[in-house]
């Protein structure tokens, strides 16, 4: 073997407390001091020395999980009686009291050396090390704490999740908390000795919260006694993101059925007035009836299209585009629903708009639906005189910012704090309660923010800011559109 194989590694704050180094150095075993522990996290180490470590357990059981096949050999005085199971449980081989001889330790490290080189290799290091690779492995979080709630050991998934665990406090690690977790199942483990389960949401060290469920276990000792648990925690995020999209589709499927009988019931209308104007040759029956299937075709193709963008996932497709000409677009989409509802249509756009990097057709559908929502309340309004809709775009640095004013009924606070909610709708069977919560979705996608001011009778006004450079992911989430990226 190398020589770093048979060497010793002697950790001491300041001198060796005994000149057991020497005697060693005299049997022709390479000794090397250190002030600290990091030399330790090097693997391939004979043995290794805690000369009263300074900071307790800590290093000790960091050592011991990166070098799990080395002995360890801790001195500590006498007096510190509390300290020296807890060394033992950290993963040392062996605690040897003060006041002692040189000899002693010599002849203690001789006697783990030779163990390890009569382990070294064997059937029982390889299982050794296969069992650590499998848990490094494993596709959830494993941790084993002590009865203090103190991480004794983790798995390599843990470890890029939450950082290094040894030392720390679950709850701390977990959840950045100072106290332990209400109905804490490793609690409950050392209490009754037996596994117990618990759903709970963590943050990891990047910020990213996580829903994961928890199962302990636990570790006995000899006599049967619970020493340790371990705890494995899997995340089940996307299991809860596809929970509960079932869910909404389902609530979407139930409030609108109503709407859609009466859409039916409507358009069966509409058809016999077809059907009995041609039988009659009243062109205005005729006309009557048509108009009011042409409306209710309308209609359902808005409720199924608002389907589909909520259902289906779609990632954003960020492209360069003029202002002036997206918005041209937009009215001119709008207009002839407008007209029918006698509603004026204006655009106010400021010459040196020019282009903003959004997804052309994602955010051409979320402003469609503000501009529809100002057309139906400008047709609800009891005034004298046309309804109106202006929509206004400047620049300001780096922020385009979009207005679309109404002169319609306008909102009171509750309804504005609601209104991109999903399935609430203040149209009653007219509206889905889908659409301007996939706008906000799809505003919120681009890194934009809305702000709606209103007042009962007074109209509304929502002002839509958007960064004219798309920078990426919003803080917290992702930019995929509506459907949390579930197939």
């Known amino acids: 073997m190398s020589k770093?194989?048979?060497g010793i590694l002697w950790?001491?704050?300041?001198?060796?407390?005994?000149?057991?180094?020497?005697?060693?150095?005299?049997?022709?075993?390479?000794?090397?001091?250190?002030?600290q522990a990091s030399p330790a996290l090097i693997p391939g180490r004979g043995c290794i020395v805690f000369d009263h470590p300074f900071s307790e357990t800590a290093e000790v059981a960091e050592c011991s999980l990166r070098n799990p096949d080395v002995p360890i050999v801790v001195l500590e005085k006498a007096e510190n009686s509390a300290l020296h199971a807890q060394y033992l449980r950290a993963g040392a081989s062996v605690v040897l009291f003060d006041p002692l001889e040189p000899d002693v330790v010599a002849a203690t490290v001789r006697a783990l050396r030779r163990f390890?080189?009569?382990?070294?290799?064997?059937?029982?290091q390889a299982m050794a090390e296969s069992c650590r690779d499998l848990l490094d492995a494993a596709p959830c979080f494993l941790t084993v704490q002590d009865r203090d709630l103190r991480i004794v050991a983790s798995n390599a998934r843990f470890r890029e999740a939450f950082g290094p665990g040894l030392g720390r406090f679950c709850h701390e690690a977990y959840k950045g908390l100072k106290d332990p977790c209400e109905d804490c199942p490793i609690l409950k483990t050392f209490e009754t000795?037996?596994?117990h389960q618990v759903e709970t949401v963590v943050t990891t060290r990047a910020g990213e919260e996580m829903n994961v469920l928890v199962w302990t276990s636990p570790i006995r000792d000899d006599s049967g006694r619970v020493t340790h648990v371990m705890e494995m925690a899997t995340d089940i995020t996307r299991l809860r993101k596809l929970q509960d999209h079932v869910t909404s589709l389902g609530m979407m499927l139930g409030s609108m059925s109503h709407g859609v009988k009466g859409l039916l019931m409507s358009l069966d209308a509409g058809i016999y007035k077809v059907d009995s104007g041609l039988a009659r040759g009243d062109d205005g029956r005729l006309r009557e009836g048509w108009g009011?299937?042409?409306?209710?075709?309308?209609?359902i193709r808005k409720m199924v299209l608002d389907i589909l963008y909520y259902s289906k996932p779609r990632p954003l497709e960020p492209r360069m585009v003029d202002v002036r000409e997206f918005l041209?677009?937009?009215?001119?989409?709008?207009?002839?629903?407008?007209?029918?509802?006698?509603?004026?249509?204006?655009?106010?756009?400021?010459?040196?708009?020019?282009?903003?990097?959004v997804d052309r057709h994602a955010?051409?559908?979320?402003?469609?639906?503000?501009?529809?929502?100002?057309?139906?309340?400008?047709?609800?309004?009891?005034?004298?005189?046309?309804?109106?809709?202006?929509?206004?775009?400047?620049r300001a640095d780096r922020i385009v910012t979009i207005s679309i004013a109404d002169n319609g009924i306008g909102m009171d606070q509750a309804t504005i704090d609601k209104m991109f909610s999903l399935f609430f709708s203040s149209k009653g069977v007219h509206g889905t309660g889908i659409g301007m919560y996939v706008a906000d979705y799809i505003i919120g996608a681009h890194n934009g923010d809305i702000e709606v001011v209103s007042a009962p009778n007074r109209g509304t006004t929502?002002?839509?800011?958007?960064p004219a450079v798309f920078d990426g992911n919003p803080p917290g989430g992702d930019s995929d559109l509506p459907g949390d990226g579930l197939e």
């Open 4 to 6: 770093e194989h048979h």
């Open 462 to 466: 929502c002002i839509i800011d958007l």
């Open 363 to 394: 955010l051409f559908s979320a402003l469609l639906n503000f501009l529809d929502n100002a057309v139906d309340a400008c047709r609800m309004a009891e005034r004298d005189g046309e309804g109106r809709v202006v929509v206004k775009a400047e």
């Open 116 to 124: 390890r080189r009569t382990v070294g290799g064997s059937p029982l």
């Open 11 to 35: 950790i001491a704050e300041a001198a060796p407390s005994v000149p057991a180094p020497d005697a060693l150095r005299d049997e022709g075993v390479d000794v090397e001091l250190a002030a």
């Open 193 to 195: 000795g037996v596994s």
């Open 328 to 357: 041209e677009e937009l009215v001119l989409t709008a207009e002839p629903r407008a007209r029918e509802q006698r509603v004026e249509l204006a655009l106010d756009v400021v010459r040196d708009c020019g282009e903003f990097e």
């Open 292 to 299: 009011l299937v042409k409306g209710r075709i309308g209609h």
